[in-house]
């Protein structure tokens, strides 16, 4: 059993700034990655970011590609997502993504406004 905490989200205008976190609890060995994906009113969720748990090695969906950084603590079971540039576009749930063989694990999800 995994449970994951997600916190950060919320009201931001075009343009600026928001990091996002989310720590994992429970039974967590094997871990392969830890990830971001969103959901817009009416929408899929769609992925967003990733992030190898072994190594440095992570992927991004182009739609943020230069704008959003993903990095992680071991030690702290713990995966970051920082956001720049800010767009109304980014607006959605956000949600943390846990990958074990097998499973996958994800958070309550976390509201993100961008205004224009």
């Known amino acids: 059993q995994v449970q994951l905490v997600e916190s950060g989200g919320g009201l931001v205008q075009a343009g600026g700034s928001l990091t996002l976190s989310c720590v994992a609890s429970?039974?967590?060995?094997?871990?392969?990655?830890m990830g971001w994906f969103r959901q817009a009113p009416g929408k899929e969720r769609e992925f967003v970011a990733r992030i190898m748990w072994s190594g440095s090695f992570t992927a991004y969906a182009d739609s943020v590609k230069g704008r959003f950084t993903i990095s992680r603590d071991n030690a702290k079971n713990m995966v970051y997502l920082r956001m720049i540039s800010l767009k109304p576009e980014d607006t959605a749930v956000y949600f943390c993504n846990l990958d074990l063989p097998g499973h996958q694990s994800w958070g309550q999800g976390t509201q993100v406004t961008v205004s224009s």
């Open positions: 429970g039974r967590t060995f094997g871990i392969r990655t």
